[in-house]
């Protein structure tokens, strides 16, 4: 199978944006494997969500495995894999999740901890897709993490814990109702989480940094 990096000119765009920055729906023009493309104003923030992608995937958390690749010329762009069997979650969707997928929540919140993420749920609850067919979780989109808002604004990214306590304080947010209904319904879901923080290898996630 080819990396993103080697699809370059055989990928056509066949359908538009889907958020708030350029790209859109590409598909390889010689297989049809469909991807989406972001093209980031700062191409260091889309190199911020490969590595946050890659970070998620070391802790079992599911994702749409962003890499860094050149498409329409734009070296930097991000792209992700297209996968027609997600579909987006409603709010009243986290009230009746089943304990595989309630531990991911929990392993979903202390990777938004660690990497800043204050958008891991998204505004809308959209930022988490569930597999039709096996009801998985994924994370779809990670471009608010480490220094970078969602937005693209910056914020500061030091070695506090903050988010610990304001991913969850926040009534009116949607990652506050996610968390404290989950956590409430299931507190093992947040020793879970934990416990694939703990499991983390290090070496691999500095060699993560480093490529």
């Given at each position: 199978m080819k990396t993103f990096k080697q699809l370059k000119e055989e990928l056509e765009q066949i359908g538009h944006r889907l958020g708030s920055n350029p790209g859109g729906v590409y598909a390889d023009s010689k297989t049809g494997e469909k991807h989406y493309v972001k093209h980031y104003k700062n191409p260091d923030q889309g190199k911020v969500e490969a590595l946050t992608g890659k970070i998620m995937n070391h802790m079992g958390i599911k994702t749409l495995d962003p890499e860094i690749g050149n498409v329409d010329g734009n070296k930097h762009a991000l792209?992700?894999?297209?996968?027609?069997?997600?579909?987006?979650?409603?709010?009243?969707?986290?009230?009746?999740?089943?304990?595989?997928?309630?531990?991911?929540?929990?392993?979903?919140?202390?990777?938004?901890?660690?990497?800043?993420?204050?958008?891991?749920?998204?505004?809308?609850?959209?930022?988490?897709?569930?597999?039709?067919?096996?009801?998985?979780?994924?994370?779809?989109?990670?471009?608010?993490?480490?220094?970078?808002?969602?937005?693209?604004?910056?914020?500061?990214?030091?070695?506090?814990?903050?988010?610990?306590?304001s991913l969850r304080n926040n009534p009116g947010n949607a990652s506050s109702q996610v968390f404290n209904h989950v956590f409430h319904q299931n507190p093992d879901a947040e020793k879970h989480g934990l416990e694939a923080v703990r499991n983390m290898d290090m070496d691999h996630v500095h060699s993560l940094f480093k490529n």
């Amino acid at each position: 199978m080819k990396t993103f990096k080697q699809l370059k000119e055989e990928l056509e765009q066949i359908g538009h944006r889907l958020g708030s920055n350029p790209g859109g729906v590409y598909a390889d023009s010689k297989t049809g494997e469909k991807h989406y493309v972001k093209h980031y104003k700062n191409p260091d923030q889309g190199k911020v969500e490969a590595l946050t992608g890659k970070i998620m995937n070391h802790m079992g958390i599911k994702t749409l495995d962003p890499e860094i690749g050149n498409v329409d010329g734009n070296k930097h762009a991000l792209v992700t894999k297209w996968n027609d069997k997600l579909e987006g979650m409603k709010p009243s969707d986290f009230h009746h999740l089943d304990t595989n997928q309630q531990n991911t929540i929990g392993k979903m919140y202390h990777a938004a901890i660690l990497t800043k993420n204050w958008d891991i749920v998204g505004l809308e609850h959209d930022n988490i897709s569930r597999h039709k067919d096996t009801g998985e979780l994924h994370s779809v989109d990670a471009g608010g993490a480490f220094h970078f808002r969602a937005q693209g604004g910056p914020k500061e990214y030091g070695p506090d814990i903050a988010e610990k306590q304001s991913l969850r304080n926040n009534p009116g947010n949607a990652s506050s109702q996610v968390f404290n209904h989950v956590f409430h319904q299931n507190p093992d879901a947040e020793k879970h989480g934990l416990e694939a923080v703990r499991n983390m290898d290090m070496d691999h996630v500095h060699s993560l940094f480093k490529n």
